[in-house]
């Protein structure tokens, strides 16, 4: 699928912008603190719902506006995709596909698909489970409203039986933490099954694109860390029995202490753990390889790649992964950013960036 056209109104630091990006490679450039990221911010809003950068909408409405609005016409294998999400002070934001207004996040997912991928995003390596199980959880709701759905379901679960572990007395406790247990199985064996077969399709991609981006070096290893589950019985099985091994522990601390919630997974160069072992250099192409290897798995998944957004990306690696990087991503529309143009491929589309203006040279 391709983005062809872009355009924002008072958000962040653009008054009113069109973009029509090239099919293949879009090249954004220009010095810090242009808009350069706000735009790739902008895409990510139109597929995710969400910025990648904060949780609060209002953040992204430009200084002293009432409202922002961006607009994504998409092309996929199917027919034509708009994504309008329109953002205000007073209310919440409100996005419509193809003109229609949607009542949930929910039916945005896999309406237009990216993959997102900028320095911050070195947490997937190296910082805490969270930030893994995020990226699990934000591709694999993508490609399935169902998952997302479960998601929310699990959450809300969830906060009651932690609501209830914290407020409960002794009879609520006897009387509704097994329901509560039995929901929150339900909920969570679906999630850890789901995950699981995400990471088992992740494992082989990742290796590959590792290997090419590092030319042959350092054998990257991932696994799913948390509760078993081959299937969805199975998975509710080993979930309850730990539910009751921690009940005690739960009832103590005032909340759930194992479950999907804390589960992880695991990332390994030449068997040494990189979430606490790597360089700098190994965690951030470990990090990639985990992020050209979503792309794999959307084409898999949907049929066709989703749009990548590379944000700042190039700086941070030596020449020779620069190149095997540009290879790589031909495959799919790339909208990249960057502060100078030196050794980008002659066919890109490139545009400018300065004070939240964008032009495209000729
Ligand atoms: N809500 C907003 N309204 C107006 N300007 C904003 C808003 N949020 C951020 N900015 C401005 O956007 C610029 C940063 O844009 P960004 O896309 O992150 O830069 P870069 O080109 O370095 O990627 C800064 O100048 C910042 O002050
Ligand atoms: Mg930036």
């Known amino acids: 699928m391709t983005i062809d056209t872009l355009t924002v109104k008072d958000f962040r630091n653009y008054a009113a912008q069109t973009v029509k990006f090239s099919p293949g490679l879009n090249v954004l450039s220009g010095a810090n603190a242009q808009g350069k990221t706000n735009l790739l911010e902008a895409v990510y809003l139109c597929c995710v719902g969400r910025s990648p950068r904060t949780l609060k909408d209002k953040e992204l409405i430009r200084w002293g506006h009432d409202g922002g609005r961006v607009l994504a016409e998409a092309k996929k294998r199917d027919g034509k995709t708009a994504v309008e999400v329109r953002l205000s002070r007073s209310e919440n934001k409100r996005i419509a596909v193809n003109g229609l207004p949607i009542s949930r996040i929910g039916e945005l997912m896999g309406a237009v698909n990216c993959v997102f991928f900028s320095p911050d995003e070195l947490k997937i390596v190296k910082e805490s489970p969270s930030d893994r199980r995020r990226f699990m959880d934000t591709d694999i709701c993508q490609m399935s409203k169902a998952y997302f759905y479960l998601l929310n379901r699990y959450n809300k679960i969830l906060s009651q039986r932690n609501r209830l572990l914290k407020e409960g007395d002794g009879e609520a406790l006897r009387s509704t933490l097994p329901v509560w247990d039995e929901q929150l199985a339900a909920a969570g064996a679906g999630i850890i099954v789901t995950r699981r077969k995400f990471i088992d399709k992740l494992k082989p991609l990742v290796k590959a694109e590792h290997s090419f981006l590092t030319g042959g070096e350092e ?39 194992e479950g999907p919630h804390k589960d992880d997974f695991i990332v390994k160069l030449g068997g040494a753990d990189l979430r606490s072992f790597g360089s700098q250099g190994q965690q951030r192409t470990a990090a990639l390889s985990l992020k050209l290897a ?39 529309q790339t909208v990249l950013t960057c502060t100078h143009l030196d050794g980008m491929p002659s066919g890109a589309a490139r545009f400018a960036v300065a004070g939240g203006a964008v032009s495209q040279f000729l």
């Open 219 to 257: 054998g990257i290893e991932i696994e799913y860390e948390g509760l078993d589950g081959g299937d969805t019985s199975s998975a509710k099985a080993s979930f309850l029995r730990v539910l009751e091994e921690n009940r005690k522990r739960d009832i103590k601390h005032g909340f759930t202490n």
């Open 294 to 332: 979503e792309l794999e798995i959307f084409a898999g998944e949907i049929g066709e790649y989703p749009v990548l957004l590379l944000d700042d990306v190039l700086s941070e690696l030596d020449l020779f992964r620069q190149g095997q990087l540009l290879e790589r991503i031909q495959k799919a």
